[in-house]
Structures are given as C-alpha cells and as structure tokens.
C-alpha cells in the first residue's frame, strides 16, 4: 500500500476522490485487525518508554465516519494508554480563553495516544463558514463580520502551526486525517439516519443547514490542507465513501508512521540485570501462606 498518495504535500493540488480500490468488506476488515494488533504491540512499548506521544486528528463532515472509526481502530487498543476527545460547542469559560486552551489541556502525555475527534482545525473551518462565530471570543480589533479578512486566516495558519511545531518538538507524533466523502454518500446516511429508528439520536436538524454549506467546506477545507500539512506532522485525506477501507487504511498509516520512530521498552536496570538468578530464588522462598 503506498500511504504517500494520500498525504497532502504543502501547496499541492489535492486528490479529493472519494472512491476505495476494489475489494470486499471482510479483505479490509482482516487487514485492519492486523494493523490493529501491531499499533498495539507498538502502544505497549510506547508506554513503557514514555518518550513519545501520539496525537490523531479526525477532520471530516457530518456522517464521514469518525465515531465508528475510533470505534474500529482505536477501540481494540489498550484503552488504559488511550485518551479521546470529542469537542463540542466551547462553554463559557472555554471562550475566556484563547481558542487553542482547551485543545492544549487535551493533549496526551507522554507514553498515551490522544485522539481528536474533531479538531482545533474547526477554528479555520466552521468559523471560517460561519465568520460570526469569531465575534464570541472578543478578539482585539475584530468589531463587525468585515473585520475578519485574509490576514486574520492567515494569522490563525500561522498559530496552529507554530503550536503543532511545539508539540512535535516535545517528542509528539501529530498524525491528521481528513476522512473524505461525496454529497450523495452523505446524503444517504443521513437519510439511514431518519429512517432507522435506532439512529435518530445520531441525527441533528443543524446537519441539514450544514449541508448547504457543502461548497464552502470544501473551499475551507482546501485550504486548510494546504496550509497546515508538513512532512512531520501530514494530513492524510482519506476516501471514506466506503467505510471498511477508509478504516483499514487510516490503521495502515498510522502503523506505518510509528514504525519510523525508535520506540522500545526503556533499558533494563543495571541492578535488575546483574541480580535476576537472585531474584528469582528469592521469589521461589516466599510462602504467602494460603
């Protein structure tokens, strides 16, 4: 699987095709289970080290995916080296504060993988839709709509890249994906939505509003892709029109990612090496009774 196709290259034309390669849902389906058990194997080693952190961005429409995803591919992981965070509308106390605060207090320490479900990414895309949205967080010189021009987007580029740049350099791995679907996929599930019974709780009138907007998503979404993607810390855009293998392939990558970095079980202690025959005499005499 070349991985490299999907990950967006600064100022390049973007792939927004949303079709997955030929094949059946149980092919995707064992691949993505055994890409599963190798995170996994790497997850314990990443924990035991606690040299590194991993950090999984999930940007994408309504109905891409992303619940059932985690679901898939974080879900079989160990949960206790697993933090994730869906971000919902900020509260009152969340705007007091610059609009990167409550994403810098979700952050995963060291030796845990954190997963973002939806992203600091939504203050160059939902409010880059929805501009008014930005007259909540009493910003210096920004009094009116109109006050909010190119080099105000320009600037918030500017701030997530240099913070994303902080984390990395402290030892962060930021995987990003985009998880890419067409209109019509989009439209049929949230038609599954209202017709199942059962997933009416998943549906929101607002995603119909939303959806007007598509066009402008789009244009907000490309440009974010081209100006927020470096080679140490990529955006992957990721056709999920077909579920199983946008699943698979999300595994795939950050599989592939993390074999490139050197994390390992921390050294043995010195102590521990030279007296392991005695510790284990000294663990055959003790009698705990019954």
């Given at each position: 699987m070349n991985i490299k196709k999907y990950r967006v290259l600064p100022g390049s034309e973007i792939d927004f095709n949303t079709d997955a390669p030929h094949h059946d849902e149980d092919h995707w389906k064992e691949l993505r289970k055994k890409n599963c058990k190798e995170i996994r194997r790497i997850q314990e080693r990443l924990y035991a080290q606690e040299k590194h952190s991993v950090l999984i961005c999930l940007q994408g429409m309504d109905t891409a995916g992303k619940d059932s995803l985690i679901r898939r591919v974080i879900g079989p992981l160990n949960p206790a080296g697993v933090h994730v965070h869906a971000f919902k509308r900020p509260t009152e106390e969340e705007l007091s504060h610059d609009y990167l605060w409550r994403h810098h207090k979700k952050l995963p320490p060291k030796g845990f993988i954190g997963v973002f479900n939806r992203t600091h990414y939504e203050n160059v895309l939902v409010t880059r839709v929805h501009p008014e949205i930005n007259l909540n967080l009493q910003l210096p010189n920004i009094h009116s709509v109109d006050d909010i021009d190119e080099d105000f987007w320009a600037m918030r580029y500017?701030?997530?890249?240099?913070?994303?740049?902080?984390?990395?350099?402290?030892?962060?791995?930021?995987?990003k994906f985009y998880l890419n679907i067409s209109p019509e996929t989009q439209k049929d599930r949230l038609m599954e939505r209202l017709n199942n019974p059962e997933k009416h709780w998943k549906f929101e009138a607002g995603d119909l509003k939303e959806r007007k907007y598509w066009k402008d998503y789009m244009t907000a979404y490309e440009e974010m892709l081209q100006e927020t993607s470096f080679k140490d810390r990529p955006w992957y855009v990721i056709p999920s029109d077909f579920k199983p293998y946008s699943r698979y392939l999300v595994s795939e990558i950050i599989l592939r990612t993390l074999e490139k970095y050197d994390i390992d079980f921390p050294e043995s202690s010195k102590e521990v090496v030279k007296n392991i025959e005695k510790y284990k005499k000294e663990l055959n005499k003790i009698d705990i009774g019954e």
């Amino acid at each position: 699987m070349n991985i490299k196709k999907y990950r967006v290259l600064p100022g390049s034309e973007i792939d927004f095709n949303t079709d997955a390669p030929h094949h059946d849902e149980d092919h995707w389906k064992e691949l993505r289970k055994k890409n599963c058990k190798e995170i996994r194997r790497i997850q314990e080693r990443l924990y035991a080290q606690e040299k590194h952190s991993v950090l999984i961005c999930l940007q994408g429409m309504d109905t891409a995916g992303k619940d059932s995803l985690i679901r898939r591919v974080i879900g079989p992981l160990n949960p206790a080296g697993v933090h994730v965070h869906a971000f919902k509308r900020p509260t009152e106390e969340e705007l007091s504060h610059d609009y990167l605060w409550r994403h810098h207090k979700k952050l995963p320490p060291k030796g845990f993988i954190g997963v973002f479900n939806r992203t600091h990414y939504e203050n160059v895309l939902v409010t880059r839709v929805h501009p008014e949205i930005n007259l909540n967080l009493q910003l210096p010189n920004i009094h009116s709509v109109d006050d909010i021009d190119e080099d105000f987007w320009a600037m918030r580029y500017r701030q997530i890249n240099q913070a994303e740049k902080t984390w990395v350099e402290n030892g962060m791995i930021v995987i990003k994906f985009y998880l890419n679907i067409s209109p019509e996929t989009q439209k049929d599930r949230l038609m599954e939505r209202l017709n199942n019974p059962e997933k009416h709780w998943k549906f929101e009138a607002g995603d119909l509003k939303e959806r007007k907007y598509w066009k402008d998503y789009m244009t907000a979404y490309e440009e974010m892709l081209q100006e927020t993607s470096f080679k140490d810390r990529p955006w992957y855009v990721i056709p999920s029109d077909f579920k199983p293998y946008s699943r698979y392939l999300v595994s795939e990558i950050i599989l592939r990612t993390l074999e490139k970095y050197d994390i390992d079980f921390p050294e043995s202690s010195k102590e521990v090496v030279k007296n392991i025959e005695k510790y284990k005499k000294e663990l055959n005499k003790i009698d705990i009774g019954e």
